[in-house]
């Protein structure tokens, strides 16, 4: 399984962002999956996650502003990133769970200027 995220870049605080995570197979049969970010020198934090049965959980500090989706068809998973912050900072991964092996994208880098 191959996972092809992209959709980061450079904002401004209060803006928004769509990352987009395209799966090489159908997704339909993955238990979940799920956006991560890594800040250097700093742990992968879970920032949210869709199960199959399109379930949602964020972190708290996303709550209300990031909204994780799923299309089945296009193979592909979404993180809509509303008022962003500089906090928010970060490389972003995507993140798929099928049949208790995990897969990981490559990051996609989001900046949130102040």
């Known amino acids: 399984v191959q996972l092809q995220a992209s959709g980061g870049g450079f904002v401004q605080a209060g803006e928004s962002l769509r990352l987009s995570c395209v799966a090489s197979r159908s997704i339909f049969s993955f238990n979940s999956m799920a956006w991560h970010r890594q800040v250097p020198g700093q742990q992968r934090e879970l920032v949210a996650g869709?199960?199959?049965?399109?379930?949602?959980n964020y972190v708290d500090s996303v709550k209300g502003r990031f909204t994780i989706s799923r299309d089945n068809a296009q193979k592909t998973v979404y993180l809509q990133m509303n008022s962003l912050k500089p906090e928010d900072t970060a490389v972003y991964y995507c993140n798929a769970d099928l049949a208790g092996v995990n897969y990981w994208g490559k990051g996609t880098l989001v900046t949130v200027s102040s």
């Open positions: 869709i199960t199959i049965g399109g379930r949602t």
